[in-house]
């Protein structure tokens, strides 16, 4: 005797952990730093593990665009640092 084999649904699927990026805020005020690659002064409210906490994020996305093919992650790191400064120095001025 053959029977149907009935599938129970769908799988529940792992959803991907949220990447979690602190606020800027005054409690994280620090002297301000140079970017080693553009010589371009950040703001002074930026602590530098939040700064490359988002340009690790930032990285992350350009890699993603891209494929996450080898090579290129120099490149995305240099345009992630720009992209966040460039933010970060927005931010300060507003």
Do not use: C, H
Not at 1 to 8: I, L, Q, Y
């Amino acid at each position: 005797m053959v029977t149907k084999r009935v599938s129970p649904g769908k799988k529940p699927t792992r959803q991907k952990a949220a990447v979690e990026v602190p606020l800027l805020t005054e409690s994280v005020a620090v002297p301000g730093i140079e970017s080693k690659r553009s010589g371009a002064a950040i703001p002074e409210t930026v602590d530098p593990n939040v700064r490359r906490q988002l340009v690790a994020a930032e990285a992350y996305f350009l890699a993603e665009r891209r494929g996450f093919t080898a090579g290129g992650e120099l490149e995305d790191w240099v345009a992630a640092e720009a992209m966040v400064d460039s933010r970060l120095r927005n931010v300060r001025a507003a």
